[in-house]
């Protein structure tokens, strides 16, 4: 499903919302499927099982012609319940529980606005916006993989919007939307920074001085550079080669707007600022 939807379908309530606070135009738009089975999770793991299923009858019929006992392969054959079990007891759970509220969430240029069910919209705009966070788990069997997404959105006030692949077009929306908060954001963190104060990133703080990490702190000038890659956040000292710090990319806050401000100030640093 695109992230983008005809105007005509979208809730009223979302478009005069937006309209109401000044959001300006809309530039993303995503909506859940209550009705959609979660295929990128499952999947993996139903092949694996079918993968299993067939080794075993496989030697099942094998040992039951060569040496008249197919309960030879009886280990393999219960190894391979267990996906398949898996795979049939989340799809039980899927058919009897009642589906999710509909819910449509939209990026605007000056913020973002969502609706659950037939409830009052939510409009934010980015100054509003306490946190983005945006996670991708891979999910592989050894012959398929499949990247399961989800974005966490929370405002000032606390309240909090959680979206996953159930969402169309997710992955292109969370990059979209987490691009347009840090351009707005780290401005503002910046200005909190040159006037002397701290700024949280999860477990790091980072001030014009350098990184913490619980009692742990590290100066600018002695950072060589700050790296995202492989899934992990990486702080690496000058003249070591293990780096001093490394995170889970995975769930890290405001992550682009950590390295933006990272960056500049390491290299500020550097030059002896």
Do not use: C
Request: charged share 20%; no cysteine; aromatic share 10%.
């Amino acid at each position: 499903m695109s992230s983008e939807h005809s105007a005509a379908v979208v809730p009223a309530a979302l478009r005069v919302a937006a309209q109401e606070y000044g959001l300006g135009r809309r530039e993303g738009l995503v909506r859940n499927d209550p009705k959609r089975f979660p295929w990128a999770a499952v999947l993996p793991i139903g092949l694996l099982g079918v993968l299993l299923g067939w080794l075993a009858l496989s030697f099942a019929i094998e040992d039951q012609r060569e040496q008249g006992a197919w309960y030879y392969s009886l280990p393999l054959i219960v190894l391979a319940a267990l996906p398949l079990g898996f795979v049939g007891y989340f799809l039980f759970i899927w058919l009897l529980r009642p589906p999710p509220p509909q819910t449509w969430v939209a990026r605007h240029e000056h913020g973002v606005v969502w609706q659950v069910g037939g409830g009052e919209p939510w409009a934010y705009t980015w100054d509003e916006i306490a946190s983005v966070t945006r996670q991708g788990t891979k999910v592989s069997n050894g012959i398929t993989s499949a990247t399961m997404h989800q974005l966490t959105v929370w405002s000032q006030d606390g309240a909090e919007i959680v979206l996953g692949d159930e969402y169309g077009g997710l992955a292109a929306f969370a990059e979209g939307l987490d691009e347009a908060f840090s351009r707005v954001r780290v401005p503002q963190d910046a200005e909190r920074l040159e006037a002397g104060a701290r700024v949280e990133f999860g477990l790091v703080r980072i001030s014009t001085s350098g990184i913490e990490l619980g009692d742990n702190r590290i100066a600018w000038r002695e950072v060589e550079r700050v790296d995202v890659k492989q899934g992990r956040v990486e702080v690496r000292r000058r003249g070591e080669r293990k780096p001093w710090l490394t995170l889970p990319a995975p769930g890290f806050p405001n992550l682009l707007v950590f390295v933006t401000l990272a960056d500049a100030l390491r290299r500020r640093g550097a030059d002896g600022g």
